[in-house]
């Protein structure tokens, strides 16, 4: 994609952190980082999400973020590390070029994720029904 930013980035026409770098995978430095550290994972072949993206690239993507936030928790001495994902603009993407957030966290880091809300039986068994009809 021409105007893809990652793919640019990836290319070596837009300046970044690279931190890794394989024939299918290209991992860099967030510029808005959750903490010092924050690392994303991208498919060298232009993909929107997960949904268009082809098994070996995810496969590709998955294998490398042990390795990477391994790193990432070792250099900065991190207790744990968030794995995200945003696929689709409602889901806060906004690079639309796949990518795994690498997010180190620690102890009073002043960052939530994930903030559920209560839900019952009955209602998870419901939602559990609709989603296994279509699988």
């Known amino acids: 994609m021409n105007d893809c930013l990652f793919c640019k980035i990836i290319k070596g026409e837009i300046p970044s952190n690279k931190v890794y770098e394989d024939d299918n995978v290209f991992a860099f430095l967030d510029i808005n ?5 924050h690392v994303l994972v991208a498919p ?3 993909c929107e999400n997960m949904l268009d993206c082809s098994e070996d690239d995810l496969k590709a993507m998955i294998t490398v973020v042990p390795r990477i936030a391994k790193a990432v928790m070792k250099a900065f001495d991190y207790p744990a590390f968030n794995l995200g994902v945003n696929n689709g603009s409602q889901a806060n993407q906004l690079v639309p070029h796949l990518h795994f957030h690498i ?4 102890d ?3 960052h939530e994720l994930f903030k ?3 839900s019952n039986s009955e209602e998870l068994s419901e939602v559990a029904e609709k989603i296994k009809e279509l699988l």
């Open 33 to 37: 980082p959750i903490n010092p550290g």
């Open 44 to 46: 060298k072949n232009h």
């Open 103 to 106: 997010m180190p966290r620690c």
């Open 108 to 110: 009073g880091d002043g």
């Open 116 to 118: 559920g809300k209560a």
